[in-house]
């Protein structure tokens, strides 16, 4: 009885979407590799280039969203180019690797 229900409870976590709101960190590695690399940093180890990601405190993501959405200097916009999901997985990525 006691396994019917565990294995009711498994079933059930194994089938919820995979924390689609809060971003997923391996789908934000991709992404940021594929787009931010370059000049962050791969794995986001800086190159003096661009700043250093991983300076962005939990309370920033504002900051985040406005850069990422608008830009700035040699730092391109990535509106229509990234989705929510992408940026909510990319900022997931960045905090899940902060100091
Ligand atoms: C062509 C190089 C380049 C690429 C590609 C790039 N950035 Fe940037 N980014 C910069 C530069 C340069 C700055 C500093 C801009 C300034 O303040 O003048 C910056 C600034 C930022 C900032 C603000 C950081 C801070 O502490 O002020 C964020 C956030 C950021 N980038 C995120 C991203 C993300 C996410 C990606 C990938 C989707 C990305 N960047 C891709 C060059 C780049």
């Keep these: 009885m006691l396994r019917g229900i565990l294995l009711v409870l498994m079933v059930s976590a194994a089938a919820m979407p995979a924390q689609a ?55 391109p916009s990535w509106e229509g180019v990234l989705s929510n999901d992408e940026r909510a997985s990319l900022w997931a990525y960045i905090r899940s690797r902060a100091r």
């Design 21 to 75: 709101q809060e971003g997923d960190v391996e789908a934000g590695a991709a992404v940021y590799e594929e787009n931010c690399a370059t000049c962050h940093g791969e794995r986001l180890r800086p190159t003096g280039a661009a700043p250093d990601l991983k300076t962005l405190g939990a309370d920033e993501r504002e900051k985040f969203e406005t850069r990422v959405s608008e830009g700035k200097g040699q730092m």
